[in-house]
């Protein structure tokens, strides 16, 4: 069984091409049953049986997976990338240079970190690690989990919350909430005097939210395709709420736009914003999409009087105070190392599973034959002290039948080899 991690991120691959790979998060279930079936296509087994796990964030997408492609791990790294470019309609040929490949140990090691949050952009981030645990469930119920996965995951979480529990690898990160209020600080000088505007409802925008809030802005509002979604947000803020259909008439009256929706399109054109530009007199707007797939279209950055940021501008910003986070950093890599090494010790027991297997079949089969030979000698009426006797020699004769037979046909290094190990295997004093 091949396990790998296959990807592309923040540092490998710029915005323009992650949200080309972006799975709309009411896809996942259908791609990871692709992925099985895809995969089972590459083995033979058009049922697909391999296991799949997508993890699909503004920052990265990563399809993890276990399977039995034929001719190595290199033609199972192949066959995952392909998927994704098959899947996404890309040239594979566009898509390859930007993905990362990671087998075994190191997809191990990778997911371990992602979780942890030593992989994001905003390093010890804590919101990676619920997108990871919601991508899991919802492969979970596409049928994607398996054996392999399910025990990768498993130890993952187990992984970030010691990591995060004994270590302060949390404590000096820098959230991309926290670098948007940055970056609008340097466009105008207090957030006090300026009407800000939240689009979507999700756990980045309440993550925004609450840090502009605190900076008492003139006022606060949230857009979303769901009102009554977008009033309870604005509730907590003391704010108002409104439409994303009223953003053609609504949009000039805002200095600070911060948007991260699900939307697989983008929702403000450049249209939109320079009419919001000219009604507003050309006074400034300064606008964060922390969206992947982007909610504003990149043309918009052009404009003058627009200040346009995304989720790869910020990348300065929150890498800031690096110099606090080693310690904790090395600590955490200690960690991870550590359960890497758990995990591959029990990848190879179960390698040796069928073997031990089919070792018990064996002796079963054994077993049975003696026991048998032993009831027959029962019912002839032997004495049953001669009949244990004979049960006890039968059976210890056959258990070491297969041993001996190939100590004595064993030359040079083999027999060497044999002479080592069976005083192991059997205990015996040399």
Known sequence: MHLLAVGLNHTTAPVSLR?????????????????RAWFGNMDGNTAGTGEAAILSTCNRTELYAASKTPGGVDAA????????????????????????????????????????????????????????????????????????????????FAVAKEVRSTTEIGAHSVSMAAAAVRLSQRIFDSISGQNVLFIGAGEMIELCATHFAAQNPKTLTVANRTLERGEQLAHRFNGNAIRLADLPTQLANFDI?????????????????????????????????????????????????????????????????????????AQAEAIIETRVQSFMHWIDTRAVVPIIQDLQDSGEILRLAELERARKMLSKGDDIDSVLEALSKGLTAKFLHGPQQALHHAQGEDRTQ?????????????
């Open 77 to 156: 790294i192949d066959s995952t990338a392909h998927f994704l470019a098959n899947y996404h309609q890309l040239s594979y040929a566009e898509l390859r240079p930007f993905l990362y490949a990671l087998p075994q140990d190191n997809a191990v090691r990778h997911a371990f970190r992602v979780a942890s949050g030593l992989d994001s952009m905003v390093l010890g981030e804590p919101q990676i690690l619920g997108q990871m645990k919601d991508a899991v469930r919802q492969a979970d119920a596409a049928g994607g989990l398996g054996t392999y996965l399910h025990q990768l995951f498993q130890r993952t």
């Open 257 to 329: 736009v911060v948007s991260c929706t699900a939307s697989s399109l983008p929702i403000i054109g450049l249209g939109l914003v320079e009419r919001a530009v000219k009604a507003r007199r050309h006074k400034p707007i300064f606008m964060v999409d922390l969206a992947v797939p982007r909610d504003i279209e990149s043309e918009v950055s052009r404009l003058d009087d627009v200040f346009l940021y995304t989720v790869d501008d910020l990348a300065s910003v929150v890498q800031s105070g690096v110099e606090n986070r080693q310690a904790a950093v």
């Open 418 to 430: 044999l002479v080592q190990l069976l005083p192991q295997l059997f205990r015996t004093k040399r």
């Open 19 to 35: 949200e080309k790979v972006a799975f709309p998060t009411d896809q996942i279930g259908q791609a990871v049953a692709s992925a």
